[in-house]
């Protein structure tokens, strides 16, 4: 293959991964919006007080293929690097990768260590689970460590998607 037709094979695979991106952004946000609008007021049978949403089971199963998704591509994208060699001539910089790398998992090991350290702070609170009080220590730490992880590696893959899409100069 000659040089034109290798950066047309990248423009190809850049135009289906840019529409891949945006259609799963679209499905994520119908789901969402289906969550959030549709029957989220329903009061929970054992205990009124309280919202049992009807969507609840589509939004997980969502979630898990999402999930199921990315584990696929990240394991694919680790065997075609090594099938295939990495594709990296010596001069080519790599740098940048490798600060990704480190960001990401720089990024992960603090948002798990802020949820811990709230979670152990807030120890002594009981969470209230389908109408029951629930007071285990282990419990609210793991919870508030998930819940809090997930919101800082959310907002910043949101911020990191933002800025790629805008930095774009094609």
Known sequence: MDKAQVISA????EKISKITLWVLIGISLVVMALFLLVGY???YEENPKQVAPQLTDLLIVWTYILIAAT?????GAVIYGFVSGGNKS???DVGLASKAGLIAWGTFIVSVVVGIVVGIAAKDEVLLINGKDWNNPT???LTDTSMIAILILTIVTVIATVFSMVTNKK
């Open 10 to 13: 990248q423009d190809k695979v």
């Open 41 to 43: 007021d329903t009061p």
């Open 71 to 75: 584990a696929l591509a990240a394991i």
């Open 90 to 92: 010596k001069n080519e």
């Open 139 to 141: 419990d609210i730490i």
